[in-house]
């Protein structure tokens, strides 16, 4: 059973991160949620779980993928007369979610796969189980490449992705984040994840991910995404811009010396957005789409009526 403020305090710390996998939980969360509340009548239900849906969402703002699983499952609500039948929708809902999102890194696996051939050498940032999955998949077929994996300061996820490199049998290079560039004429494809896609094509991916881009495109070295389509973002649609992240200065220095230096604001942005210029395709579980073709996935696969797109 898990509670929504344990949930959301997990989230906001990052103890669950990765943008499908607090999807995930999210939708989870607001499951188990739906059979703690008392039962009363329907519109205080309803109440109810738009505090917890409200709770999660504000957790983190730039992971489309948290809001879009969050209205997917709240959506499963409408219709339904009493909170009994309300939360046997919700259940429903949020575990098809969590199913279609494990099968959609599995797919995405296999389409992303195909770009990686025998001997190449493969370059990701941070920790993104979609982006992995292409290369643990390309593995699994026997496919023999290497892969040079950033550091990710300040959270160092890239610890996360050596790791799982590691037991996947592949040859990993391990590089702080400003080696980029250096290495960069070695590499024959850059696989990153996304936090979320815009309307337009670009891409907002963990902090360094446009430097990356920017470095392989002086390269001329092709550039994937592997993004789920729920990390989509509808709402870039009428020109909302997605929100970047800014996390604690702690993060990035310690506290005493952030203390010592008046002077100094330390900045630490999450995030960054790579323009669609800088991206050869997005791989989704649905095909594998030129960035340009954004809209599409939105209006066609995401399922997001206009008139929703107001809520949550
Ligand atoms: P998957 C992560 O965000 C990274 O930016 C990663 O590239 C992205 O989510 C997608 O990850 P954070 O939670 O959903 O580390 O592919 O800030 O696992």
């Given at each position: 059973m898990t509670d929504v403020a344990d949930t959301a305090g997990k989230?906001?710390?990052?103890?669950?991160?990765?943008?499908?996998?607090?999807?995930?939980?999210?939708?989870?969360?607001?499951?188990?949620?739906?059979?703690?509340?008392?039962?009363?009548?329907?519109?205080?239900?309803?109440?109810?779980?738009?505090?917890?849906?409200?709770?999660?969402?504000?957790?983190?703002?730039?992971?489309?993928?948290?809001?879009?699983a969050v209205h997917t499952v709240m959506l499963a609500m409408e219709g339904t007369n009493t909170p009994e039948e309300a939360k046997k929708a919700i259940a429903a809902r949020a575990d098809s979610f969590i199913r279609s999102s494990e099968q959609a890194v599995g797919k995405i696996g296999e389409i992303g796969a195909r770009h990686i051939r025998d001997g190449d050498v493969v370059m990701t940032h941070c920790n993104s189980?979609?982006?992995?999955?292409?290369?643990?998949?390309?593995?699994?077929?026997?496919?023999?490449?290497?892969?040079?994996?950033?550091?990710?300061?300040?959270?160092?996820?890239?610890?996360?992705?050596?790791?799982?490199?590691?037991?996947?049998?592949?040859?990993?290079?391990?590089?702080?984040?400003?080696?980029?560039?250096?290495?960069?004429?070695?590499?024959?494809?850059?696989?990153?994840?996304?936090?979320?896609?815009?309307?337009?094509?670009?891409?907002?991916?963990?902090?360094?991910?446009?430097?990356?881009?920017?470095?392989?495109?002086?390269?001329?070295?092709?550039?994937?995404?592997?993004?789920?389509?729920?990390?989509?973002?509808?709402?870039?649609?009428?020109?909302?811009l997605i929100t970047i992240e800014e996390r604690e200065p702690g993060e990035v220095l310690p506290p005493e010396i952030i203390d010592s230096l008046p002077h100094v604001r330390v900045r630490n942005p999450a995030f960054d957005v790579t323009p669609p210029e800088y991206i050869d395709l997005i791989v989704t579980e649905e095909g594998a789409i030129p960035p340009q073709m954004a809209y599409i996935i939105i209006r066609e696969y995401l399922g997001w009526d206009i008139n929703e797109f107001n809520r949550h």
């Open positions: 989230i906001r710390r990052m103890e669950i991160r990765g943008a499908g996998r607090i999807a995930r939980v999210a939708a989870a969360a607001l499951r188990d949620h739906a059979y703690q509340v008392e039962s009363g009548d329907i519109a205080g239900f309803m109440a109810e779980m738009e505090k917890a849906a409200h709770t999660l969402v504000l957790t983190r703002p730039t992971a489309v993928s948290l809001p879009n189980e979609a982006a992995l999955s292409c290369l643990i998949e390309a593995r699994r077929q026997g496919r023999d490449f290497s892969v040079f994996a950033t550091e990710v300061r300040p959270r160092n996820q890239g610890q996360i992705t050596i790791r799982t490199l590691n037991d996947a049998g592949i040859e990993t290079n391990f590089i702080v984040d400003s080696a980029v560039r250096s290495f960069m004429n070695r590499i024959d494809l850059v696989v990153v994840g996304a936090d979320a896609v815009a309307v337009n094509g670009a891409v907002v991916n963990k902090i360094g991910t446009s430097q990356i881009a920017l470095a392989a495109d002086e390269a001329r070295t092709s550039l994937i995404v592997a993004a789920e389509t729920y990390k989509f973002a509808p709402r870039t649609i009428f020109g909302e």
